[in-house]
Nanobody, 124 residues
């Protein structure tokens, strides 16, 4: 079993940057694919980015390509989401999720473990 804890959210002006962290417990976390999702008020949760267990494969939603980068530190059991050039429409609760798989899921229903989320607010 894996427990996930997100951190790094906050209030930032448009054009600014934040780095979110997803810290995991469990010795087998290196075998899990990890995804970041976000949910804005009144909207459904949507895929943002995902990374394979090895870190060799990454996927991004079109609306974050070129602005966000996902990476993982196997020693620290942590996955990061570097967010640059933030826009007001990026405002949402960001959550990380994990699944024991060789693939890189991008669908919210494919993930088994979820963190509690961290709020990101981008002001104009």
């Amino acid at each position: 079993q894996v427990q996930l804890v997100e951190s790094g959210g906050g209030l930032v002006q448009a054009g600014g940057s934040l780095r979110l962290s997803c810290a995991a417990s469990g010795r087998t976390f290196s075998r899990y694919a990890v995804g970041w999702f976000r949910q804005a008020p009144g909207k459904e949760r949507e895929f943002v980015a995902a990374i394979s267990f090895s870190g060799d494969s990454t996927y991004y939603a079109d609306f974050v390509k070129g602005r966000f980068t996902i990476a993982r530190d196997k020693v620290k059991n942590t996955v990061y989401l570097q967010m640059n050039s933030l826009k007001p429409e990026d405002t949402a609760v960001y959550s990380c999720a994990a699944r024991l798989t060789y693939s890189v899921p991008t669908n919210v229903r494919e993930y088994d473990y979820w963190g509690q989320g961290t709020q990101v607010t981008v002001s104009s």
